[in-house]
Structure formats: C-alpha cells, structure tokens
C-alpha cells in the first residue's frame, strides 16, 4: 500500500509540475501589443563651435556643443539606446579652432572628428563647408569620423544619375545608415546641396559628382524600401526648406520639394540655410512630414519625439512631434572640455600671435552704407597681393570689430571668415557694370519719396544669420575697388549703378578687357553676380581665370599686413550712393533700425 501511495504521490507532483510549467508558458508569452518611444536630436551648421569659447572675439560664448552636450547627456539617461545624435554637416569651416586643425595641425587628428567621436553621433551628413577645405582635409576626416558619413548625392565621377549603387558613391561615405533600436528599423537618407560646382573650383571637388535631390531621393527611397524594409525613413539633408539657387538642373535648398515629391519620409532633419524650421509638409499621397532645422552655432538642437505602436509585430500607430530646444543657456559640460583642455589652450595661443597693427578701428556695419574703412581694406589688399586693377569683395559679417592696435590672428578670421582662395579672372567692363547692378539689386531699394527705405530690408529676417534683417544675402553685397563709380537710388534695378572712371584717372572702357579679382567663391559663380548678373555663361567661368591662389585669401592678407607692420585703414571714397540729399536721411534711418542708436 505505501509502495502504491507514493506512486500516486509521484504522478500527482509530475501533474502539478506539468500545470505549473503550462501556465509559467502562459504568463511568458509575448504581449501583443508593444509600445517603442524614441527621440532623435540633430545638430547642424555648427562651424566649429565645439567650445564655449570664442576665438575670434576672445570672450565666452552661449549654446556650443559643450552646452548642448549637457542637455543630450540628460536625455541619454531618460532613453539609453532609443535616442540617436545625427548631425548635418558644415563642422569644418568657422571658429579659427577648426582651421587650426585643417591647416595648422594636419598630423593630428582631425578636431571635428574627435568631437563628433567623443559625443557618439550615430549618423553625420556632409555640408559644403566641409567640401571646400579640399580633399587633403576631407578625405582625411572622412576616414577619422567613426559613425556613418552619409551623402547619397555625392557620387563618384561618372556615375551622376546612375542607378542605386552603394559601389557609386564617393568613397567613404554611405548614401544610408540602419539603426535598430528596441526592435524598430530605422533608415537614414543623407544629401548635400548640389549647388557645390557653383561655388567652389574643381579642383576642390574633384573625383565626385553632385545629383539633383528629388531624383536621388526617389531612387534611395525606393531601394531602402526594398532592401532594408524599415519601420522608419528619415531624411538628413545639407539644403534648406526653398530658396536660395535655382537652375534648370537643381535647386539649391530642395527639402520642401523632396519632401512634397517623395513618398516614404517620416521625417527630414536638414539645415544649411541658418533658420529655425518645425513644421510639417503634406506629400503628393496626402501624407505629413515633418520637416525640421535648428539652425546654426548650436544655439538650438532640433529634436523629433516618436511613439510606435505594434499589434502582433505589426505597427499600428506612429505619433511623431517635434520641437526646437533652445541650449544656449545649458551648463557646459566640464568633463567635455576637459577632455579637450590641451586643444583649446593650443588654439587660444595661435589666435593671440600677433599680426600687425591697424591705426584706426575697422566696423562691418558700414560696409552697408557706402565706403568703408572695413571692405576698403580688403580691397586695397587684394589689389596689391594680385596686381589686378579692379577689386570685388563684400562684407562677410554683420557687426564685427577689428580694434585699433595689435592686430592677431583672431582678428584675420574677423577681417575674412571663410577659408576661399583668391582668383584673377579677365572681366570686360560692361560685365563688371552688370556685375555690380546685380549687387546693387540685391542691397538697395529704388527710393521714389524721401520717407523710402534705402536699403532692401526684411523685419522677417532679423534671426536670420545670414541675412540678419536685409532681404536677401549680404555676402553678395559686393563692391568695387579701382574704379570711381555712382549708385543712383532713384533709378530702377539694372540702371543704378554709373562708372565715371579708373580710380588713377584713366577712362573706363565698357569693351575693353580688365583683371579683376573677387574670392573663389564668387568667381565659380557664387551669388549668381557673374553669370545672372554679368552675363558670363556658367561653362565658361573656367576659361576666364587668370590666377588663383593655392591658400586660401585669409593667409595672404596675413601676409600683407605682416609685411607692411602699421595698417592705415581708410574708407576710399571710390563710390557713393546719390543723390545725397535724398540718400544721406535714409541711410541714417536705415542704420538706427539695423543697429540701433
């Protein structure tokens, strides 16, 4: 009887065993449904603001990745691997710490990579002030940045308009990144504006192509469906919302068009044209994506909120919101700057070596008004390093200040902020005319009353750091130097400007042929000043140059005024806005409402 009891015992313990494990299966399954949020944070257009340092001005900064990084680190705590950091290129051109590296310490790593490698970005697109450094300085970050350099439009020579191939694509880059976070798929398309061969030289560019966006888009899109099948698609694109230059083959700042053209994005993170973008934009299959810019300097961060929802693996619902944060006023991240301690105490020291000495202060903000002592000095110095006889140059700043005194380093990237060569090219005087009406169209009104504006400007686009309340660019605002000339504000657009003579007395020949020299960027066509404004077909650009320089233009007027020691900066008296009695009254209204009393 025990014998046959424990049996019973065994088989009723072997069954509750059995019931025990079936209902442990149970309560183990998988739910069917599933709730996945993530947050992605872009950074764009951060032109070497890496510190909260400026190395120009010599004073402490607000925003910078060193402030930023203070708010992503907080927001890694809260969503671990669900966040991705992507940023979308311009890095390597703006504060002198990124010149310092690109030019001064070649060897060494390159800054902007250690950075991007040091705050762990999953994905990074490439901006054209990464291009213009040259291939001895990209091709060397290229290989030094450790997550994804993206740039599906940027393709090996010869292979423009081809097919999907990641084999076509410039070496180094990728034309898409996959990231799988929590189980979710997700894919990301980058582009650079195609607008690249209009302001650089080819040789800068050489080896690679530049397509048209909406038919790259269309055909990445179409093939990451297809391949990867991810649950999102985002875009990364160096072009802004609309605007800037249109062609017959491209657009400048094509994210509206791929936006409203191409199915299948959810989200476009872009940037290059240094304004704050949220908003959302219907496709042509009646779907919303949103379309998102932080702008420039790292003064904001565009971040997008996503909560997916799956059924049985199958989404169900996407919500996606996104917002501008505003990290001007983050604690910078010590740790952060510590790390790099020994880079910038470097570049402070190559900043404060002394280059000369200016007997008089020199302001931007009266290049928008006439002669001035600022664009002047810049023209007198091109003339002299190239020998040309006429000078074309405009102000690349909006209110800078070069003290009289010690003239420094810091102060060259105040005098000329972007790393261009400088070009000779032969103009005939009529195109130099056309040239200079174009600028004028662009920089001053048509005055018909007294109370008229002299100045085009723009209350809408005073956050604008590229226009800052004029209605169009100011780096086109160009100037002449070696010719005496009028600007009349009565008369219209393509008949303002009157060249009354050479500035050493000789007459002015509109058929005859001059050397002109401007900055590369102008002379690839850059503004359109040339080839829209002075007739010079696109194609034929190339042919006109004389000269170039191999450095770029910062580093010979360095030069010069290491070589001449005292700089007397004077305004040339070359040109004047007339008729002055209607003019002068303008000018000063327009002056308080740009800058103040």
């Known amino acids: 009887m025990q014998k046959i009891c424990c049996n019973w015992q065994m088989k009723d313990l072997l069954l509750t065993a059995i019931l025990t494990m079936g209902m442990l299966t149970i309560t183990a399954a998988p739910k069917r449904s599933k709730t996945v949020r993530l947050k992605v944070i872009e950074t764009s257009d951060v032109h070497g603001h890496f510190f909260p340092w400026d190395f120009m001005e010599g004073r402490p900064i607000d925003g910078t990745l060193s402030r930023a990084n203070t708010y992503i680190r907080k927001q890694r705590e809260n969503y671990g691997d669900r966040l991705l950091l992507i940023d979308n290129g311009d890095i390597l051109q703006g504060q002198p710490c990124v010149y310092w590296s690109n030019y001064v310490m070649p060897e060494n790593e390159n800054l902007a990579a250690r950075v991007v490698n040091y705050m762990q970005y999953d994905a990074e697109t490439v901006g054209n002030h990464d291009v213009e450094p040259g291939h001895q300085v990209y091709d060397k970050w290229i290989r030094e940045v450790r997550c994804p350099l993206l740039g599906a439009n940027i393709v090996k020579e010869g292979t423009k308009n081809g097919p999907a191939r990641h084999e076509n694509i410039y070496p ?219 000078s074309m140059a405009a102000p690349l700043a909006f209110n800078v200040t070069i003290p009289e005194g010690e003239v420094t380093m810091a102060d060259m990237f105040k005098l000329y902020r972007f790393e261009n060569l400088m070009f000779v090219l032969r103009m005939t005087g009529a195109e130099i005319r056309r040239h200079l009406e174009m600028s004028y169209n662009m920089w001053v009104n048509t005055m018909t009353i007294p109370d008229d504006h002299a100045l085009l400007l723009n209350d809408d686009a005073k956050d604008d750091q590229q226009r800052t309340g004029f209605r169009n660019y100011t780096f086109n605002f160009d100037s002449a130097a070696g010719i005496d000339y009028e600007v009349d504000l009565t008369k219209p657009d393509g008949q303002k400007v009157r060249i009354l003579r050479m500035s050493d007395g000789q007459p002015f020949d509109e058929k005859r042929w001059y050397k002109v020299v401007m900055s590369s960027y102008r002379a690839n066509g850059g503004g359109e000043l040339l080839t829209r404004g002075a007739g010079i077909p696109a194609d034929s650009l190339e042919a006109r140059v004389l000269y170039h320089t191999e450095r770029d233009l910062r580093h010979y007027l360095t030069e010069e005024i290491r070589r001449q020691g005292t700089i007397d900066p004077q305004p040339g008296h070359n040109w004047r806005f007339v008729p002055e009695e209607l003019v002068r009254p303008a000018l000063e209204r327009d002056r308080k409402k740009l800058f103040g009393k």
């Open 172 to 390: 180094g880059l990728k034309p898409y990144s996959v990231h799988v976070r929590d189980g979710v798929k997700i894919c990301i398309i980058g582009m650079l504006t195609p607008a690249i061969p209009q302001w650089l030289n080819r040789q800068v560019w050489k080896g690679m192509e530049f397509e048209e966006m909406t038919q790259c888009a269309r055909k990445w899109v179409k093939y990451v469906k297809e391949h990867e099948q991810p649950d999102l698609i985002f875009g990364l694109f160096h072009s802004g919302l609309n605007g800037g230059i249109h062609t017959a083959d491209y657009d400048e700042d094509a994210t509206e068009a791929v936006a409203q053209q191409v199915p299948g994005f959810d989200i476009i993170f872009f940037g290059h044209d240094h304004q704050v973008h949220n908003q959302w934009v219907t496709n042509c299959e009646g779907q919303q994506v949103l379309c998102i810019d932080p702008s420039c300097y790292v003064k904001n961060v565009a971040e997008a909120d996503i909560e997916l929802t799956y059924e049985h693996g199958k989404m169900t619902n996407k919500k996606i919101s996104g917002k501008i944060v505003n990290v001007r006023d983050e604690a910078v991240d010590h740790e952060m700057t510590n790390y790099f301690e020994s880079d910038i105490r470097q570049v402070k020291q190559y900043v404060s070596q002394p280059v000369g000495r200016f007997k008089h202060a020199v302001h931007t903000r009266d290049s928008f008004f006439g002669n001035s002592a600022f664009t002047d000095l810049l023209h007198s110095l091109q003339l002299q390093i190239s020998k040309a006889e006429v």
